[in-house]
């Protein structure tokens, strides 16, 4: 597997947006933190998170299919590409192959739920009165998350699924929460 700094080299290379690199950083640390709370490899999971939209920015078309081209090209094994890719499965928008395709792994279900929780979280920063992520509790995004005008794209059955890897919705949203807040300077948060 490649160094963190090779992993973020390579998504320079097919993301240049500098939201889209936000987000792929604020993934990088959720599935961090899960990776510790779950007693699994934090290096892999923050790379799964890092990586997981590398093929965004080249079109919803291929969204999820890129990814396999460029990732074994870069050296990640089968296991790591699939996981990056399932994070599209059941989504009707990439295609009649992703969306027949079930999650059915622990860091799948939290790949999803975390690089989808992320617009969840930066959303309920900015309509703070401060827009500080310091500022948000889990309260505050568990009663986002129940007005479904709120972020109205995020999916939040996407986000339940953090329960089918075994974690609780309110420590899962904890865990996330605090992780982008611990690089709230660097997202301008």
Request: aromatic residues 6%.
């Amino acid at each position: 597997m490649k160094t963190r700094a090779e992993a973020w080299q390579l998504l320079q290379a097919h993301m240049k947006d500098p939201a889209d690199l936000a987000h792929s950083r604020e993934s990088e640390v959720i599935l961090r933190a899960l990776a510790r709370h779950l007693g699994q490899d934090e290096e892999r999971w923050g790379q799964l998170g890092l990586l997981h939209d590398i093929d965004w920015e080249y079109g919803v078309e291929t969204h999820c299919r890129k990814c396999r081209e460029i990732l074994s090209a870069a050296g990640y094994d089968e296991a790591f590409v699939e996981t990056v890719v399932s994070h599209g499965y059941g989504v009707p928008e990439l295609g009649p192959e992703l969306a027949a395709q079930k999650r059915t792994t622990p860091v799948q279900y939290c790949l999803a739920a975390g690089e989808t929780l992320t617009g969840l979280i930066y959303a309920t920063a900015l309509v703070r009165p401060d827009k500080k992520l310091a500022s948000v509790e889990v309260s505050s995004v568990k009663k986002k998350m129940k007005d479904k005008s709120f972020a109205a794209k995020v999916d939040r059955e996407l986000i339940k699924e953090c329960e089918l890897a075994g974690i609780p919705l309110d420590e899962f949203l904890a865990i996330s929460l605090k992780a982008m807040q611990d690089i709230a300077g660097e997202l301008g948060l």
